[in-house]
């Protein structure tokens, strides 16, 4: 039986690492792979799934107006689906997953982030939470050693940001995953220094 598996962690997690290594797996196995991410992620190419480990990959492209179902059709029947970034999917595509998953008996795999800068859900990651079958944590650490829960968003200079647009692509040099003790600390931090300066 198929299911629909969401696998999320914060920034700097491994998430698209562990998607092509699964797409690896499967295909050592000789099993085909439908290997996807949404439009709106173009940080490393439009196309192009890369880690910050160096593995990378071409995968087929679907924006926001594009049917999962219709670009599955055309792209000819697969084995399972891995999907990165899967917090850009609309809730309508990620309701396309679950039918594909639930109609085509076809596993669907999906990594992304499950909140954002400020802790709110992205509408992909909340309908994905509330669909898949399996939902698990990729975890790594914040500095003080605690585990990460928190995408927080950099400036220039290295200062925790707490407004804006919830989408803002950036790497390393833009988003570090903190725990939500440090995270909060950082803020209050800043806030005494604006205020002293």
């Not at 499967?26 to 160096?54: C, F, H, N, Q």
């Not at 399972?80 to 609309?90: G, P």
């Amino acid at each position: 039986m198929a299911k629909l598996y969401f696998k999320y962690g914060v920034m700097g997690s491994s998430k698209s690492a562990q998607a092509l290594i699964t797409k690896f797996n499967y295909e050592e196995r000789g099993m085909s792979v439908w290997l996807i991410k949404p439009g709106i992620d173009t940080r490393d190419g439009a196309d192009i799934i890369r880690s910050r480990i160096g593995l990378e990959n071409r995968a087929d492209v679907i924006n926001p107006r594009d049917s999962i179902r219709e670009a599955y059709a055309r792209a000819g029947k697969r084995d399972v689906i891995i999907a990165d970034e899967s917090q850009f999917f609309t809730p309508a595509q990620v309701d396309e997953l679950r039918a594909l998953v639930d109609e085509e008996n076809l596993p669907v795999l999906c990594f992304g982030l499950r909140t954002d800068f400020l802790t709110h859900f992205f509408p992909g990651s909340a309908r994905l939470m509330e669909l898949a079958d399996s939902i698990t944590e990729i975890k790594t650490i914040c500095s003080c050693g605690s585990k990460a829960t928190v995408n927080a968003r950099l400036d220039g200079e290295g200062h925790i940001v707490t407004s804006g647009g919830q989408v803002l692509l950036g790497g390393n040099d833009t988003y570090v995953g903190l725990c939500h003790k440090c995270w909060k600390q950082r803020i209050r931090e800043q806030e005494g220094l604006s205020l002293q300066g």
